[in-house]
């Protein structure tokens, strides 16, 4: 008899550590499944980026980027050309959106709570110079060649990078 309620006890014991194990994983496994999303948001975007000859002058490209923010422009799924700005407002990643010939833009939140937030642009404003990681991209006659994102959530740091497809032409 003390056998058989030992034996329960250590069921019991050991279902109630699969639950706790279980409740305890699956928190960085959801920031996990919404970094993953955040990459691949990133890449059908910012990897996307067109070089469109900026509004004011010819010889620059629009696409203007900063440690915590980024414009820039690129083809939607649709074909359609849409100015894009990525950044942080109040603790919270957004992605602003706004389809040429449209005034207003449209806001999508991608990361809610976050802790920190930076980019980082890979390129040599001369072609003569190999390309090194720089803070900020502005004025350019041509696109960075890649793009570092660093985002802090839940005491987490997570870093990708996401290659411009048509970096370097123009």
Same mark, same amino acid.
């Given at each position: #008899?003390? !056998? ?16 706790f194990a279980s409740a305890m994983t699956a928190l960085p496994r959801q920031a996990d499944?919404? #970094? %993953?999303?955040?990459?691949? $948001?990133?890449? &059908?975007?910012?990897?996307?980026? *067109?070089? !469109?000859?900026? /509004?004011? @002058?010819?010889? &620059?490209? /629009? ?5 915590? @923010? =980024?414009?820039?422009?690129? *083809?939607? +799924?649709?074909? @359609?050309?849409?100015?894009?700005? %990525?950044? $942080?407002?109040?603790?919270?990643? /957004? ?7 449209? +005034?207003?833009?449209?806001?999508l939140l991608l990361v809610p709570n976050i802790k920190g937030f930076q980019f980082r642009y ?5 072609? *003569? ?13 041509? !696109?960075? !060649? #890649? =793009? @570092? =994102?660093?985002? $802090?959530?839940?005491?987490? =740091? ?11 032409? *123009?």
């Amino acid at each position: #008899m003390a !056998l058989a309620l030992l034996a329960l006890l250590g069921l019991i014991g050991g279902a109630t550590l699969q639950i706790f194990a279980s409740a305890m994983t699956a928190l960085p496994r959801q920031a996990d499944n919404t #970094m %993953l999303a955040l990459e691949e $948001e990133l890449h &059908q975007r910012l990897g996307r980026s *067109f070089p !469109l000859p900026s /509004y004011s @002058r010819s010889d &620059q490209v /629009y696409f203007a980027g900063y440690s915590s @923010r =980024v414009d820039f422009a690129a *083809f939607s +799924e649709t074909g @359609r050309l849409v100015f894009y700005s %990525l950044q $942080e407002q109040g603790n919270n990643l /957004y992605l602003s959106r706004r389809p040429l010939l449209q +005034e207003k833009a449209d806001d999508l939140l991608l990361v809610p709570n976050i802790k920190g937030f930076q980019f980082r642009y890979l390129g040599s404003d001369d072609p *003569f110079k190999p390309p090194q990681w720089q803070q900020s991209w502005q004025n350019a006659p041509f !696109l960075p !060649l #890649m =793009v @570092r =994102v660093n985002l $802090e959530k839940d005491g987490r =740091v997570w870093s990708f990078q996401i290659p411009l497809a048509l970096s370097g032409l *123009f």
